[in-house]
């Protein structure tokens, strides 16, 4: 017979899950391992809320597995590391994110690609080496091994370091692999959400011509004057749309709703492609034709490996680039995700977890 999850493991834990495709989360006891040898165990300050943990807390994607505690953006400070870790210690400012394993054996890991490990471990909602359950962030711990630490540098806040590692890596990594990230470039972004607003933020320190793609007009000075944009279109706006034909190198979709792509097409340069990092449920219309007019491409990306995400973050640290937050209390996380659905955010909500968990 199985174990309770609080049970499961020696170290007692406790965090929110949801328990059912509500996606309503609530408090929960759990558990997690001891400290092993090349483990490092962290007291979490702050937790990310993504909009895969929505998804996930829903069951949108069909393959949640319940009770299911999300978060994989969570940062804090090192309370206790294993007897071979060598690279960090008790008092250090770490954080995880959106994978806590993988094989380490394949061709993909060997290039530092956990992220496209067959094998790999998500932080939540996985089944671990051992056969039990990822727990995520929304909790008061962390335990994972040293390989999929990140350090945080000592000039970033943990509140907004924490959305670094996973919406702050997933459009770092499509902008350096596709060649975006050299001055001069033109580039794109789709949507103003919690991903595209870092988008631009790390397209502007590569030095890009950053054009923001919105279906609200009412962004374009955030987009312009805040974020620092140096253009905007409204895609529902076919005069915006039809000036701009040909302007781009380089698209990054950070869209999770179903939306046209032909549209985003026309706006590439010959030899342009449109990378796609936001998770629309389902398929988006694709014709052919307009790839084959201009050998236009269009790629995805997913998150990315752990050496380029300490990479992003340093990079993050170096320039400055923060996202912008909304800090909340633990017991707000499901107004949060009511307020996620709308899109009622600018532009990532941040659990407070250190100073509110216990007392929601």
């Not at 954080?95 to 290039?111: D, I, K, L, R, Y």
């Amino acid at each position: 017979m199985a174990k309770a999850p609080e049970e499961e493991h020696p170290v007692r834990a406790f965090g929110w899950v949801a328990r059912d495709t509500s996606g309503v989360l609530s408090p929960f006891n759990f558990s997690r391992r001891v400290t092993e040898d090349e483990d490092v165990r962290f007291k979490i300050f702050y937790c990310g809320i993504c909009h895969s943990d929505l998804h996930s807390a829903k069951n949108e994607w069909g393959n949640s597995s319940y009770p299911l505690l999300p978060g994989h953006e969570l940062v804090g400070v090192v309370t206790e590391v294993g007897s071979k870790v060598q690279k960090y210690k008790v008092g250090d400012r770490v954080g995880v994110g959106c994978m806590v394993g993988a094989c380490h054996t394949c061709e993909n890991c060997e290039n530092n690609l956990e992220n496209y490990c067959p094998k790999m471990i998500l932080t939540y909602n996985s089944m671990n080496y051992d056969g039990t359950m990822t727990y995520g962030g929304y909790s008061d711990h962390m335990v994972a091994n040293q390989r999929y630490i990140i350090r945080i540098p000592d000039n970033l806040p943990l509140d907004v370091a924490a959305p670094l590692l996973c919406a702050g890596i997933t459009t770092y990594s499509p902008l350096r692999y596709f060649g975006l990230d050299k001055s001069g470039m033109k580039v794109g972004v789709v949507g103003l959400g919690g991903l595209g607003h870092l988008a631009v933020k790390f397209a502007k320190a590569f030095g890009a011509v950053v054009t923001v793609i919105s279906t609200s007009p009412s962004k374009k000075q955030e987009a312009i004057k805040v974020l620092g944009a140096d253009s905007f279109l409204v895609s529902s706006n076919s005069n915006e749309m039809q000036a701009a034909i040909g302007t781009l190198d380089g698209i990054i979709d950070t869209v999770s709703a179903n939306h046209p792509l032909v549209p985003l097409l026309s706006l590439l340069k010959s030899h342009g492609k449109i990378i796609m990092v936001g998770a629309p449920e389902k398929p988006l219309e694709l014709p052919v034709f307009p790839l084959i007019m201009g050998r236009k491409l269009v790629a995805g990306s997913c998150i990315g490996g752990m050496k380029e995400t300490q990479e992003m973050i340093d990079f993050a640290g170096k320039h400055n680039i923060t996202p912008e937050i909304e800090v909340v209390p633990m017991d707000y996380v499901n107004t949060a995700m009511e307020r996620l659905v709308k899109a009622d955010v600018k532009y990532r909500f941040v659990l407070d977890v250190a100073n509110t968990l216990n007392a929601a």
